[in-house]
């Protein structure tokens, strides 16, 4: 690849980098949804948790939430409420959706 065409490349990733809304941009305020009678603040969404560990440690989690019969996710959450706690209006039952367990 010649020099002129990484330039390119790397001119277009850039400008397209900065058409990115950035988090200041973003409305991180759920919980204004509920004021307004929108409903959104309460409507489940996927998250992932980026981190990075080797592929048997997570075959071992796995695992072991299946001989526990406990999901991985339940985990989660426990470890993330019990770090960071839950926002206003919010109680645990909120954030544990009824599905079939493992």
Same mark, same amino acid.
């Given at each position: 690849?010649?020099?002129?065409?990484?330039?390119?490349?790397?001119?277009?990733?850039?400008?397209?980098?900065?058409?990115?809304?950035?988090?200041?941009? &973003?409305?991180?305020?759920?919980?204004?949804?509920?004021?307004?009678?929108?409903?959104?603040a309460t409507k489940e969404v996927r998250i992932n948790i980026g981190t990075n560990v080797p592929?048997?440690?997570?075959?071992?989690?796995?695992?072991?939430?299946?001989?526990?019969?406990?999901?991985?996710?339940?985990?989660?959450?426990?470890?993330?409420?019990? /770090?960071?706690?839950?926002?206003?209006?919010?109680?645990?039952?909120? &954030?544990?959706? /009824?599905?079939?367990?493992?």
């Open positions: 690849m010649s020099k002129k065409s990484q330039a390119d490349r790397l001119k277009a990733m850039v400008s397209k980098a900065q058409n990115v809304a950035r988090p200041s941009a &973003v409305n991180t305020n759920s919980r204004e949804n509920v004021k307004t009678g929108n409903g959104d592929k048997d440690v997570a075959l071992w989690w796995t695992a072991q939430g299946k001989l526990k019969r406990r999901l991985v996710a339940d985990v989660i959450r426990e470890a993330l409420i019990a /770090e960071y706690g839950l926002p206003d209006g919010f109680t645990e039952a909120d &954030v544990y959706p /009824e599905r079939k367990r493992v």
